[in-house]
């Protein structure tokens, strides 16, 4: 199921791209930072923003913070903060819960209490990030120009055993995939007869909303 309303808890360089990219793409975004400043020059940028203390229980209740399909924790530098206010949400119970580590160790300690995707910033870029959490089966995004991505996207049981044939990617939707990454090694430039299993990614170039178009076909078999 495709996500729609996130909620970002940090506003800083990292939390304001990802939830400006998140609206980009024409999604719901509340942001929430505990400085005064940056909520208010936020507030035109996202659909909702709020000043509060995310380390605190009843408010991140009082805001309906479990009604997210995805909260994103993007605290800065507090990583007391930061643990404390994932094991809140994981305790609340919102769906998904992604978080920023500001080191490995951080990290692992993020793992350990059942956050379901780290992110290491340094490494990834928030509009990477914002495609991959909108799109279930989005394992990765490449921006090539203005006009042109590259994904990979991972292959749903329901397509098990299916030919790209089956799929025609290219008639249906202008897209094409240009590998198959199986078990057993990468197929380059495969043929319409080359059959998919579960878990196989598919390598797809094509626009924006070619890609998506695709991705939603998938998930709807």
């Known amino acids: 199921m495709k996500m729609k309303q996130f909620v ?17 793409q024409g999604l719901e975004v509340m942001g929430i930072d505990k400085d005064e400043e940056v909520v208010d020059e ?14 605190d229980e009843e408010t991140l ?13 993007a605290i800065g530098d507090d990583i007391q903060a ?25 990290g692992k300690v993020l793992e350990r209490i059942g956050v379901d995707r780290v992110i290491f910033p340094e490494r990834e870029m928030g509009i990477r990030v914002a495609h991959q959490l909108v799109s279930p089966n989005l394992l990765d ?11 990979e996207l991972s292959v749903p049981s329901c397509m098990n055993g299916r030919s790209l044939k089956d ?14 990454n199986k078990k057993g090694g990468v197929i ?5 007869d080359d059959v998919l299993a ?10 924006n909303k070619q890609i998506e178009q695709f991705e939603q076909e998938l998930v709807s078999r």
């Not at 209740?61 to 924790?73: P, Q, S």
């Not at 930061?82 to 951080?106: D, P, Y």
């Open 141 to 151: 995004y490449i921006e090539l120009s203005k006009d042109y991505t590259i994904a």
């Open 42 to 55: 936020m507030a035109d940028k996202l659909t909702h923003v709020v000043q509060a203390d995310c380390t």
């Open 8 to 24: 970002i808890i940090g506003l800083g360089r990292f939390g304001s791209s990802l939830g400006a990219e998140l609206i980009n």
């Open 167 to 180: 799929l025609d990617p290219r008639a249906r939707h202008g897209c094409s995939v240009v590998a198959i």
């Open 82 to 106: 930061s643990i404390l206010t994932t094991l809140l949400l994981k305790e609340i119970g919102v769906r998904t819960v992604v978080a920023k580590a500001l080191s490995e160790l951080h």
């Open 188 to 192: 380059i430039a495969p043929t319409a």
């Open 198 to 207: 579960e878990k196989d990614v598919m390598v797809i170039i094509g626009t």
């Open 61 to 73: 209740r009082a805001l309906g913070i479990r009604n997210f399909d995805c909260a994103v924790v």
